[in-house]
């Protein structure tokens, strides 16, 4: 029987505890240093059934005893593994936690092929590891076949895109949502199962990936799904993204919903320019293209897929400079201060033709390509005359960052866009109104650019940019785009400012 924790362990107690653990800290692994104080505290809380008994009882350092807070020893641990987890980047799916952990070592195997055998109305699953049978249902509504079963994470992978094929897994991983839903089921049941289908010999989830992650670290290894057999793969991925956008308590982020729309947009487009049984190739007639392949889509899904496109083509391009400081969620951060909500109302709502163009895509009017090249100069630009400085740890007080800070936020970026452009517009004579609506759809010269710089130089040198901390414009924008705008303009923000004229 262990020894039962008093308020405060004795030296014979502390010594019990060092002689199992070692002089290790519980919450990393690293070694105390002989000159530094070890506290002890609880592996699991006693408030959530953790005995209160020396087996129960972790040394730990200063710092992470501290660090910790409220939070039980064991959940702490798995928090700073998660943190370690997300610092690969911030595109990371349930596939990339399963290589994570496979690594460390806490799976052994996952994504492993299997034999199906479709009976009359049942399946069989077999491999090395697996020989079960489950029994089948049908949609009424669609015809599709499925199975529920109790599944090995041996067997199971992510719907991640790949080269050939464009995967169903519409989301990325969440921190705060995977630890969140880790301490959920330390408690609570799972109430729904994962979703995923049979793709050839491979088992893989698109639904319910948050709920894996928080699973595996909770050390399951056998998980509740719901497997489609042979579904209409373009009907299920639309289903999935409606599922997680239109009827969602949970919003899609803009950011992942441009990234899955506009990848798998692209792959119908490049299926579209690629039939010899079309004459004439334009981006309308794309789109009447993509009405007659599946017509669920409405009118203003098919736009909206069509932007998601335009603006994926420059915000993945390998020469984009920001791509680094795009947030993938919502809301900008220290790290991220850049959202595509952001972007699409100032930068592409002003320099980017939204609008699908009837011209020839084979001949020399057409000039999409060179528009998406264009904007990724001014994006560079802006990124060498301000982002580049851009610094995420920088103090309160870092006069640069505040300029930054207040040049990049959200209604101040959208209003300063519109009087860009019209500086830009006046600068490279541009007058006709269709072409100002479209202003980089055209092919530019490197002294067009250079003058281009140059306004933009005019405006991140804006005196009122280096104002005090706590000044008037920091109370400005935060309040509407046009009260913003004005107020920049009542300052000396103009457009003849832009262009060279004194204040």
Same mark, same amino acid.
């Given at each position: 029987m262990g020894i039962t924790l008093k308020r405060q362990l004795n030296d014979s107690e502390k010594q019990i505890i060092l002689e199992r653990h070692g002089r290790i800290c519980f919450a990393t692994g690293h070694a105390i240093p002989t000159e530094d104080k070890v506290h002890f505290d609880h592996i699991k809380a006693y408030s959530l059934g953790g005995p209160s008994e020396l087996d129960n009882i972790a040394p730990m350092c200063e710092f992470h005893n501290k660090a910790k807070g409220m939070l039980p020893l064991e959940d702490y641990r798995i928090r700073l593994r998660l943190e370690a987890f997300f610092e690969r980047g911030d595109r990371l799916t349930l596939r990339d936690l399963l290589k994570y952990l496979n690594e460390e070592g806490d799976i052994h195997r996952f994504g492993e092929s299997v034999a199906a055998e479709l009976r009359v109305r049942t399946i069989k699953l077999s491999n090395h590891l697996l020989n079960e049978e489950y029994p089948v249902q049908q949609c009424p509504r669609t015809g599709w076949r499925y199975f529920y079963g109790n599944l090995p994470i041996e067997i199971l992978n992510s719907d991640d895109d790949d080269d050939a094929n464009t995967g169903l897994q519409p989301r990325y991983l969440i921190f705060d949502k995977v630890f969140e839903m880790f301490r959920h089921f330390q408690t609570y049941p799972v109430l729904q199962p994962s979703m995923g289908r049979l793709f050839g010999d491979? #088992?893989?989830?698109?639904?319910?990936?948050?709920?894996? =992650? =928080?699973?595996?670290?909770n050390g /399951?290894?056998?998980? @509740?799904?719901? #497997?489609?057999?042979?579904?209409? &793969? /373009? &009907?299920?991925?639309?289903a999935n993204i409606s599922a997680h956008d239109k009827f969602a308590q949970t919003r899609f982020f803009s950011s992942i919903m441009i990234l899955k729309l506009g990848n798998q947009f692209g792959k119908d487009f490049d299926e579209y320019r690629n039939r010899e049984d079309i004459q004439t190739k334009s981006e309308l007639g794309f789109l009447e293209f993509l009405e007659q392949k599946d017509a669920s889509l409405t009118r203003a899904e098919r736009n909206r897929r069509f932007r998601s496109y335009l603006y994926n083509s420059i915000l993945e391009d390998e020469s984009n400079m920001i791509k680094g400081l795009i947030s993938v969620s919502n809301r900008s951060s220290n790290e991220q201060p850049i959202t595509i909500d952001m972007l699409s109302k100032s930068i592409f709502s002003c320099f980017l033709n939204s609008d699908p163009v009837s011209d020839d895509m084979l001949s020399d009017k057409y000039k999409r390509e060179t528009e998406f090249k264009n904007l990724l100069v001014l994006i560079n630009q802006i990124y060498d005359l301000a982002l580049c400085s851009w610094n995420a740890k920088a103090a309160p007080n870092d006069q640069n960052q505040i300029k930054l800070a207040r040049l990049f936020s959200s209604k101040a970026i959208m209003a300063w866009c519109e009087l860009f452009k019209d500086a830009v517009c006046a600068k490279l004579e541009i007058h006709d109104s269709d072409e100002?609506?479209?202003?980089?759809? /055209?092919?530019?010269?490197? =002294? @067009?650019? =250079? /003058? #281009?710089?140059a306004i933009l130089e005019r405006l991140f040198q804006w005196q009122m940019w280096k104002s005090p901390r706590n000044s008037e414009i920091d109370t400005v924008i935060a309040g509407s785009k046009s009260a913003v705008k004005e107020w920049f303009r009542s300052k000396g923000l103009t457009t003849g400012f832009l262009m060279g004229a004194d204040i």
């Open positions: 491979k #088992i893989l989830l698109f639904d319910g990936q948050h709920k894996a =992650a =928080a699973l595996l670290w /399951r290894k056998t998980f @509740e799904c719901k #497997i489609y057999i042979d579904p209409d &793969v /373009r &009907v299920l991925n639309q100002k609506s479209k202003p980089f759809y /055209r092919d530019m010269s490197d =002294a @067009e650019f =250079a /003058r #281009i710089k």
